[in-house]
Antibody, heavy 126, light 111 residues
Framework: QVQLQESGPGLVKPSGTLSLTCAVS?????????WSWVRQPPGKGLEWIGD???????NYNPSLKSRVTISIDKSKNHFSLKLSSVTAADTAVYYC???????????????????WGQGTLVTVSS | NFMLTQPHSVSESPGKTVTISCTGS????????VQWYQQRPGSAPTTVIY?????PSGVPDRFSGSIDSSSNSASLTISGLKTEDEADYYC??????????FGGGTKLTVL
C-alpha cells in the first residue's frame, strides 16, 4: 500500500519561500506515475498546484506557475514543493498525492489522484 | 481556462437519493475523465468515482457516476443516503494541457 507523508515548516513569513517534502513509502517513486501537490485554504475548496512525472517533467497551475517549483529526488524516494513570494493568501493545508496515469500512443497523462497524504497546514504570517 | 462548476450545497433525507452536478465550461467534459472525491472535515479527500463511472474497491454501489454530453456535465448520484455520507464532494478532471481542475465543491447535508 502506497503511503505519502508531507513535512516542512508550519509557519512561513510573508515574502518568504514555502518548502515542503512528500516522502513516499510502499512503492518506488521511480516506477512511474505522476506526483502532485494540491492545497486547500481554510474553509475553501481544493486547488491543484502542479504535477511532476517520474522522469522529471512538470505541469504547473498557470495562476501559480511563476512562483512554483516541483522537484523529485529518486535517491530519497520523495518529491518537493517550493512556492516563493508567499502572502497570507497562500495559507492552506497542502496535500501531496500520487496521480494515476493513462497511457496512449507512447505518452502517459495524469488523470486522477489515487493516494493522498494526510495534509499539512502552512500558515503565512509574520 | 477549463472550469468545473458545482452547486454550493445540497441536502436530502436519509434513505433518499441525491444527485450532485458538475458542469464543464471553456472545454468539453466528454473524453476527459471525471473523478469524484469525498472529503470529511479534517481529512484528506478519498475517491468515490473515477473514470466517469468506476468505483474503487470498498466504495459501496450506492455511489454512481455519469456523464451527460448534451449538457457538458458529470453527475454523482448517491442512493439510500446514510448520515455517514454527509461530507464535501469535489469533481475533478484534467484539461487538454494536463492541468488539474477541481470543481468548487458541494456540501452534502443528510438530515
Amino acid at each position: 500500500q502506497v503511503q505519502l507523508q508531507e513535512s516542512g515548516p508550519g509557519l512561513v513569513k510573508p515574502s518568504g519561500t514555502l518548502s515542503l517534502t512528500c516522502a513516499v513509502s510502499g512503492g518506488s517513486i521511480s516506477s512511474g506515475h505522476w506526483w502532485s501537490w494540491v492545497r486547500q485554504p481554510p474553509g475553501k475548496g481544493l486547488e491543484w498546484i502542479g504535477d511532476i512525472y517520474h522522469t522529471g517533467s512538470t505541469n504547473y497551475n498557470p495562476s501559480l506557475k511563476s512562483r512554483v517549483t516541483i522537484s523529485i529526488d529518486k535517491s530519497k524516494n520523495h518529491f518537493s514543493l517550493k512556492l516563493s513570494s508567499v502572502t497570507a493568501a497562500d495559507t492552506a493545508v497542502y496535500y501531496c498525492a500520487r496521480v494515476a496515469e493513462y497511457c496512449n500512443s507512447g505518452s502517459c497523462d495524469p488523470y486522477y489522484f489515487n493516494y493522498w497524504g494526510q495534509g499539512t497546514l502552512v500558515t503565512v504570517s509574520s | 481556462n477549463f472550469m468545473l462548476t458545482q452547486p454550493h450545497s445540497v441536502s436530502e433525507s436519509p434513505g433518499k437519493t441525491v444527485t450532485i452536478s458538475c458542469t464543464g465550461s471553456s472545454g468539453s467534459i466528454v473524453g476527459n475523465y471525471v473523478q469524484w472525491y469525498q472529503q470529511r472535515p479534517g481529512s484528506a479527500p478519498t475517491t468515490v468515482i473515477y473514470d466517469d463511472n468506476q468505483r474503487p474497491s470498498g466504495v459501496p454501489d450506492r455511489f454512481s457516476g455519469s456523464i451527460d454530453s448534451s449538457s457538458n456535465s458529470a453527475s454523482l448520484t448517491i442512493s439510500g443516503l446514510k448520515t455517514e455520507d454527509e461530507a464535501d464532494y469535489y469533481c475533478q478532471s484534467y484539461d487538454s494541457f494536463n492541468h488539474g481542475v477541481f470543481g468548487g465543491g458541494t456540501k452534502l447535508t443528510v438530515l
